[in-house]
Structure formats: structure tokens, C-alpha cells
């Protein structure tokens, strides 16, 4: 791997800036619908210490679907990995990411993995604690540990924006509920699911987290958080299933384990040393970030980062 340079990454997003013309910023919550869909940023940590960063990735904003990977690793803290699996999968689905068709026709009505909304917030329902502000806080603090940052705090109005916009999501909880797939009720999953998905974050957090799960669960300092097995757990989910229904497409087109969110964020881990992190909040089709994906390309290109 040749090294990298802050000048390199500027011209991968003046390169990517075109695609941004050509995404949508998530309207469906109104609150995401107001974000500049020109903004695109990158920031590279390596486990050497150099940073590396271009574009806007100071700013910030909320996890979305980013949030699942680590919620499932405080899950398995909770829980252990195997009382997880009783509750989720670990296979891909090819439908979109708050699809119901595979609670409904499947065999086992169990969801198919936890980077879909029905898996996630079944992991969600896992988190331990006597109260939904105790669980959240809980989700919260250990958000804020692995990001190594104390800077990361709810964003109110994205979380009342999920909570009168959440009806899709609502459904696969009452489903899940009424099948046995819920740890605690629907209405307190449910909220504790829309918050985590309204903490915000930069680019910066997400290459921080992205490094931590790369070194395997251990903080900048040597701690260890999670256990081997449970960070090469969550990095296969992410190479298979981290991209919604274009996972396949980006596992042959880019190659490396990452996790997208409709905030635009993208958080990449890329073992052993290395973490990256993307904003960029307009979308393609998929819900992932356009113009964030063509930036990955370059890089994983040029630097032969493909784990493939």
C-alpha cells in the first residue's frame, strides 16, 4: 500500500463531486431532507496515527443505519454472540433495507440479518436496562468509547422526525413482537432504535470506529472492548450485508467491509490498521451515498485495498 496524502484525497472528491448532482438527500425523514446534498467529505486513520482528510468531514451528522454494527456489539456484550443469532441472521436479503416481504414468506419468520431495520431493531430490543433512557444512554456512552470522542450527542430534531415518520418501521416491531423476536416491547425498542439512529457523528467518528473494529475491538490506548471473535463477526455482517440491497454490487465493485446509513455516512474497516470514514447525504436508489461510493472506488483502487 503506498501511503497517502491529503492532496490525493482532495482530488478523489473533486472527482466524486459530480456524482452529488446526481443523488437525493433522504426526504422521507424530514429533518435529513434539509442537509446540502453538494456537502462530501472523507477522513482516512490509520493505526500508525497518520490522518488524512478532504472535503466537508467536519460535519455532521446522524448515524442512521451506521449505528448497527455497534449496537449489535453491545448486543453480544448483553447477551453473548449466540443468544443474538437465536433472534437474528446472518444472511443476506436482496430486498430493500425496511422491506416486511421476507418476515412474511419466509420459512422462520425470524429477520434475515441486522443491517436491515427488522434485524436491527430486534438487536435493539436486546440492549440491557431497566428504562429506555437507561438503555439508550447505554448505546450512547459506548458509541461515544469506541469513537474515542465525548463530542457525540442525540440530534432532537432528527429523533422527533423518525418518531412522526416511523410507520414502516412501527410494522416490522409489532410483527416481530407478535412472533416472539423482541427482547422488550415493541413501543420501547422502537424508541430506543429511532434515537440511536439520530445520534450525530462526523466522518472523522466514523473512521475511529471504523479503526476499532480493524484492530479487532481495541481502543487507540490498547483496551480492549470486544473480543476477537465479536469484531470479525461484525466486519464479515458488514462485508456481506452493509450496503442494504447493493452490498453484492459494492463487495465486487469496491471490496471492503463498510456500513452505509441515509445520513450519507459510510463506515469502512479495513484490516488490520486501517479506518475510513464518508459523508456525502446524496443518495442513490439504494440509500447509500453516491457520490461517497465513487470517492471509495478511487481509493480502494489506487491504494489495492480490496480484500478480495
Same mark, same amino acid.
Given at each position: 500500500?503506498?501511503?497517502?496524502?491529503?492532496?490525493?484525497?482532495?482530488?478523489?472528491?473533486?472527482?466524486?463531486?459530480?456524482?452529488?448532482?446526481?443523488?437525493?438527500?433522504?426526504?422521507?425523514?424530514?429533518?435529513?431532507?434539509?442537509?446540502?446534498?453538494?456537502?462530501l467529505g472523507?477522513?482516512?486513520?490509520?493505526?500508525?496515527?497518520?490522518?488524512?482528510a478532504?472535503?466537508?468531514?467536519?460535519?455532521?451528522?446522524?448515524?442512521?443505519?451506521?449505528?448497527?454494527?455497534?449496537?449489535?456489539?453491545?448486543?453480544?456484550?448483553?447477551?453473548?454472540?449466540?443468544?443474538?443469532?437465536?433472534?437474528?441472521?446472518?444472511?443476506?436479503?436482496?430486498?430493500?433495507?425496511?422491506?416486511v416481504?421476507?418476515?412474511?414468506?419466509?420459512?422462520?419468520?425470524?429477520?434475515?440479518?441486522?443491517?436491515?431495520?427488522?434485524?436491527?431493531?430486534?438487536?435493539?430490543?436486546?440492549?440491557?436496562?431497566?428504562?429506555?433512557?437507561?438503555?439508550?444512554?447505554?448505546?450512547?456512552?459506548?458509541?461515544?468509547?469506541?469513537?474515542?470522542?465525548?463530542?457525540?450527542?442525540?440530534?432532537?430534531?432528527?429523533?422527533?422526525?423518525?418518531?412522526?415518520?416511523?410507520?414502516?418501521?412501527?410494522?416490522?416491531?409489532?410483527?416481530?413482537?407478535?412472533?416472539?423476536?423482541?427482547?422488550?416491547?415493541?413501543?420501547?425498542?422502537?424508541?430506543?432504535?429511532?434515537?440511536?439512529?439520530?445520534?450525530?457523528?462526523?466522518?472523522?467518528?466514523?473512521?475511529?470506529?471504523?479503526?476499532f !473494529?480493524? =484492530?479487532?475491538?481495541?481502543? &487507540?490506548? *490498547?483496551?480492549?472492548?470486544? /473480543?476477537? #471473535?465479536? $469484531?470479525? !463477526?461484525? =466486519?464479515?455482517?458488514?462485508? &456481506?450485508? *452493509?450496503?442494504?440491497?447493493? /452490498?453484492? #454490487?459494492? $463487495?465486487?465493485?469496491?471490496?471492503?467491509?463498510?456500513? &452505509?446509513?441515509?445520513?450519507?455516512?459510510?463506515?469502512?474497516?479495513?484490516?488490520p490498521?486501517?479506518?475510513?470514514?464518508?459523508?456525502?447525504?446524496?443518495?442513490?436508489?439504494?440509500?447509500?451515498?453516491?457520490?461517497?461510493?465513487?470517492?471509495?472506488?478511487?481509493?480502494?483502487?489506487?491504494?489495492?485495498l480490496?480484500?478480495?
Amino acid at each position: 500500500m503506498r501511503p497517502f496524502t491529503d492532496t490525493e484525497l482532495k482530488e478523489y472528491i473533486k472527482n466524486a463531486k459530480k456524482y452529488c448532482a446526481k443523488g437525493k438527500v433522504a426526504t422521507y425523514i424530514p429533518a435529513l431532507a434539509r442537509k446540502n446534498k453538494k456537502d462530501l467529505g472523507v477522513f482516512v486513520m490509520l493505526e500508525s496515527g497518520e490522518e488524512y482528510a478532504a472535503g466537508d468531514y467536519k460535519e455532521k451528522f446522524s448515524m442512521q443505519s451506521v449505528s448497527k454494527p455497534f449496537v449489535l456489539l453491545l448486543a453480544m456484550q448483553d447477551w453473548g454472540i449466540e443468544k443474538v443469532l437465536e433472534k437474528v441472521g446472518l444472511e443476506s436479503t436482496g430486498d430493500g433495507f425496511n422491506s416486511v416481504v421476507r418476515l412474511e414468506t419466509a420459512d422462520t419468520h425470524k429477520p434475515f440479518n441486522p443491517m436491515i431495520n427488522a434485524g436491527a431493531i430486534a438487536v435493539t430490543s436486546m440492549v440491557k436496562g431497566k428504562t429506555v433512557d437507561e438503555r439508550f444512554e447505554r448505546l450512547l456512552n459506548f458509541i461515544r468509547l469506541i469513537a474515542e470522542s465525548e463530542d457525540i450527542h442525540l440530534n432532537q430534531e432528527i429523533y422527533e422526525s423518525e418518531l412522526a415518520t416511523g410507520n414502516r418501521n412501527r410494522s416490522l416491531a409489532y410483527f416481530m413482537e407478535g412472533e416472539g423476536f423482541l427482547a422488550t416491547p415493541s413501543q420501547e425498542a422502537l424508541e430506543v432504535y429511532f434515537k440511536q439512529c439520530s445520534i450525530e457523528v462526523t466522518a472523522k467518528n466514523l473512521a475511529q470506529m471504523g479503526l476499532f !473494529l480493524a =484492530r479487532g475491538g481495541v481502543l &487507540s490506548d *490498547g483496551t480492549r472492548v470486544v /473480543s476477537e #471473535e465479536e $469484531a470479525r !463477526l461484525v =466486519r464479515s455482517i458488514i462485508a &456481506s450485508c *452493509g450496503l442494504y440491497d447493493e /452490498s453484492g #454490487e459494492f $463487495a465486487a465493485k469496491v471490496g471492503i467491509p463498510a456500513k &452505509s446509513g441515509v445520513g450519507g455516512g459510510i463506515m469502512c474497516a479495513i484490516k488490520p490498521d486501517m479506518g475510513i470514514g464518508i459523508y456525502g447525504p446524496a443518495l442513490n436508489a439504494k440509500g447509500n451515498s453516491l457520490a461517497g461510493i465513487e470517492v471509495l472506488k478511487q481509493l480502494v483502487k489506487d491504494h489495492d485495498l480490496c480484500i478480495y
